[in-house]
């Protein structure tokens, strides 16, 4: 199983590392400032957020199916994204 971290490097990017058996994998991911703003509760911090979404991106498609840079805007739109995320960081 993969352990993955999140760490925020300036308002609304973050990096994200991807440790497996195998190798690293590091990605930066980009919140844009609307949808930080739309998925954030007082209890829930940037991270949070960012994590839930990877988590979905990769049981969408698998960790090795996530880009080395992820824009969550261009994901947005997909039916069902956002309410997913909302429901991990709830």
Known sequence: ??????CSMS???????????????????VVGANLLRDLAAPTTSGQQIVAAAFDVLASE???NA????VELETYRKRRGFVDEIRRRIA
């Open 1 to 6: 199983m993969a352990r993955v971290q999140v």
């Open 66 to 69: 996530i880009p080395p840079l």
């Open 11 to 29: 308002s609304g990017e973050f990096d994200v590392q991807v440790e497996d058996a195998n190798r690293v994998r590091t990605h930066r991911v």
């Open 61 to 63: 498609g698998g960790l």
